[in-house]
């Protein structure tokens, strides 16, 4: 035999793929694996939550049911829209099957992540996974017991059935078993959560950890943010495979004219009549009918357009500044928060919006650098730090400009990034690219809110030493008003009342003179000179 | 309607998936794309060629076929073992079908590479790619014009042909066209040649860039590293879902002992009988007929039983000490190379081997850090160097203990792991992780290398202080053989050529001394007294 017959050729499934390669979507060892289950099950949970305008209540436990193996049972319960019955197996059996292929902005990007846990629970342990689901409206339960059958990438089922659901609940509770370890994954879970927490004031959540701690995280308002719509593709993110797949997909007979104006943002009759012009297309032409070279054409005039809109912001679901505030008050408490958010921009067609808020002092220990809380789409981003375009931004600001001395930093710079697509440098989802769109937003984000930083520290020092003046005049007075009371005193026994009301009206006088609260700063100043 | 409809749940195809999310596997930006797509079709080629015992000879060229699209062409030429032509289509028009899915150390991993490249050619512009193949022994030469259809995940072919070969070429020929940035890409794409080039000094590349630049590299030496051999998996590095998989796909009926003993490494007829006893099986059992349950079980002792001989190292292919100083040499003329090749260690059932090279002085420039030179199956790794174990490793030790001053390096680290499965942090293949045993022998192997280095410094700083000390004794001696010739001479006029005699004669006892060339050294040293 030659040499070239060494070389085996196969064809692996998808679920095979991600089953092969589990660091590729964040299950590197058992600790990352406990943390990524979490993680990608609660943010499940809240995408059936907030974006349908409900309010989330998310219960999470994690016990170990074996020792020797350190096997775990992670639950997660919601309240969310539940899943039809039927979408169930396909939608945790079967990977690149997913609710995530449209244009909204949602926590999950690549309809990858429940898929990825119940792969890796699998290879370590044999117990499948376990489903209970009740949709939105729906009087009964569904219960599902189920692994991947991973050759064919295909659901296996073990058991399903159903119950009456007389209190009309709705959502869903998963539970997976799977081999893990608690004690090196312990501190990112928790501050997994606590950094959700922060971003979702809205909710609450109840953790259960495998040692028996329970932890409630209250909700601390009601106010829910606008959820985000599905969209349209927008011409400028369009590539020619993009085209054709919406022609492929189309559910209605349209001539070219007709596709361009019902399945793209931005695209009126007029615009639709000059992109067809510029690509010399008859605008009758049935889409079906197009060639590859007219496809091609018709890519290279939208991309080049210079008259669209900008893509539509209706797609992203920003936190606020309101609820950024409350969020940071609550976990922090800090002497100073401050919150903005950016106006919509784009890039590759994309919307996008960049939210920052800051926080000082207060019970914000000072460090060598600041507390840097990454998020995209509302979840927070742990892992992988330095390599993130966020970081590198808060790296390169000059924070002595803001009034802050480098290695004294009792600050928590806060970064949120809204997207259709967010540009993840994997699908572990754990740190973004730099790209310059996105780069200049948040440096102008976070430039933003640390001007308002220089004002407070500007007042605050303006303050502190208005009470060192203070404190000058305060040793003087009493001995002032002594002197004065000795001329103006009517008797020798009326100098000692006589200097006291004196001594008070220079203080209110001197108070009044720099403007502070002189009761108050009296009775502080008193205290510190004795 | 009720909100849960509001979740449309889809399908989509691994090449629909990979071609919606091109970040993922490196194809974030036209510069990005034109630097991946060089490099993972030079791989290939690499890979067709030195694994199967030919000297690689391999051209590359990119022209610019469109000004206003920047659209490129990029052909790559190897001399390697050719592609059957019923591969072709799938090789190159099906995603997950791949020649990768074996264990042996490739520069491919994940068997997407090339099907990225036509993944995201198709997106921009829609010429198709072309390849011409010949494998080695055959008397034709074939030709495909193909794409892929993204929704099918299937070839599709424009064209195939064939004409005679009689000169036996043997090899490939491929041309993808692609929207690219050549200006952004430029210094990239030169790097990772370059870098190419070091690890492999039995190949030649010729590179011809798209402003006309031809660059040769040319073949150091003929010698060609041991090739690595396909294995079968190590017991450790077993799952469930493997096994499985591995009965799935069994070419002949064997029971479970005969299945343990001919699928794995390191079983022979002793240790299967105990690994069958630990877990209670009957070792006539078939192993198509083992519950899910005896897998798992299985499973659970081959991973913790402690007898098992290491994985074996015949997968893997290092380059060896002897060929990483070739190319160091060749690259940076330095002063001095040192180069060691560690044993063989394994991380979860997969084996790796580290090498370190460091290069010190000469032509390379201090600066402020080392040069990191980052290779893994002897492909260079030139993106997201901070996230890198290796670069991690490099910021860590402590430069000073080997002789090096702070922010003074003339200093060129290189390291390659090889293993049966690199540890990537994404499908682009550009970082390693932080696995505790590999990031053990990167610093063991670096450490090695540069006690050689603090040893050639040490050396060097004698040497120097010698001069110095010659230098001083050079400035008495003319001064003290006058006065010795004046006492000696017989008369006046022989003082002065008794002066210059015993002068020479004073320098050689010194040199003697102090172990140095005289004569070299003195003409040196009389240059510089002057």
Tied chains: 1, 2.
Excluded at 190 to 217: C, H, Q
Excluded at 268 to 283: H, N, R, S, W
Excluded at 481 to 506: G, H, M, N, T, Y
Aim: aromatic share 10%.
């Amino acid at each position: 035999m030659s040499s070239e017959s060494r070389e085996r050729f196969a064809s692996i499934s998808p679920a095979e793929f991600f089953k092969r390669n589990p660091e590729l979507v964040g299950f590197s060892n058992p600790a990352r694996a406990l943390y990524q289950s979490v993680r990608e099950t609660l943010e499940n949970s809240l995408d059936a939550t907030d974006i349908h305008m409900i309010l989330p209540s998310i219960k999470i436990s994690i016990d170990r049911v074996e020792i020797e193996k350190e096997v775990y049972r992670l639950t997660v319960e919601d309240n969310g829209i539940g899943i039809p019955p039927h979408i169930v197996p396909n939608a945790f059996g079967k990977v690149l099957y997913s609710s995530k292929y449209t244009i909204r902005q949602t926590r999950g990007m690549y309809g990858l992540g429940v898929k990825a846990v119940l792969l890796y629970s699998q290879m370590y342990q044999d117990r499948p996974f376990e489903v209970q689901t009740s949709p939105k409206g729906s009087n009964r339960v569904y219960y599902f017991r189920l692994k991947i059958d991973i050759s064919k990438n295909e659901p296996i089922i073990f058991h399903r059935s159903s119950i009456e659901n007389p209190t009309g609940w709705h959502g869903t509770i998963i539970t997976v078993y799977l081999v893990g370890d608690w004690l090196r994954s312990k501190q990112r879970i928790y501050e997994y959560i606590k950094r959700t927490y922060i971003l979702s004031p809205y909710a609450e959540f109840v953790f259960r950890d495998p040692e028996g701690n329970v932890t409630y995280y209250p909700r601390v308002t009601n106010k829910l943010p606008k959820p985000p719509e599905e969209v349209k593709p927008h011409p400028y993110g369009v590539d020619i495979e993009l085209l054709k797949y919406l022609i492929a997909t189309l559910r209605y007979q349209y001539d070219v004219r007709g596709f361009l104006i019902n399945e793209f943002q931005s695209i009126g009759d007029v615009t639709a009549d000059e992109i067809l012009k510029l690509a010399g297309l008859p605008p009758n032409k049935p889409a079906s009918k197009l060639t590859d070279d007219e496809i091609a054409r018709l890519v290279e005039v939208m991309k080049k357009y210079e008259k669209f809109r900008p893509p539509s912001a209706d797609a992203l679901s920003t936190l606020g500044e309101e609820l950024i505030t409350i969020g940071l008050n609550k976990v922090f408490s800090p002497e100073l928060v401050a919150a903005e958010t950016r106006k919509p921009k784009a890039y590759q067609g994309h919307p996008f919006i960049v939210e920052a808020g800051i926080a000082y002092g207060g019970s914000i220990q000072p460090a060598e650098f600041p507390t840097v809380l990454r998020y995209a789409n509302k979840i927070p981003l742990v892992y992988d730090e330095k390599s993130d375009v966020i970081w590198k931004v808060v790296e390169e600001i000059d924070w002595r400009r803001y009034g802050i001395e480098e290695n004294q930093f009792p600050l928590v710079v806060l970064v949120h990034l809204c997207s259709t697509k967010v540009p993840y440098k994997s699908a572990g989802k754990e740190s973004i690219a730099d790209v310059e769109e996105i780069e200049r937003e948040i440096k102008f984000a976070i430039m933003s809110v640390a001007r308002q930083l220089r004002l407070f520290l500007l007042e605050k020092r303006k303050q502190e030493e208005e009470k060192k003046r203070m404190l000058t005049y305060m040793k003087y007075i009493p001995e002032l008003a002594r002197s004065l009371a000795i001329f103006e005193a009517p008797s020798e026994d009326k100098v000692d009342p006589l200097a006291k009301e004196l001594e008070q009206k220079l203080i209110e006088i001197v108070s009044r003179k720099i403007g502070l609260n002189d009761a108050e700063l009296y009775k502080k100043l008193k205290v510190e000179i004795s």
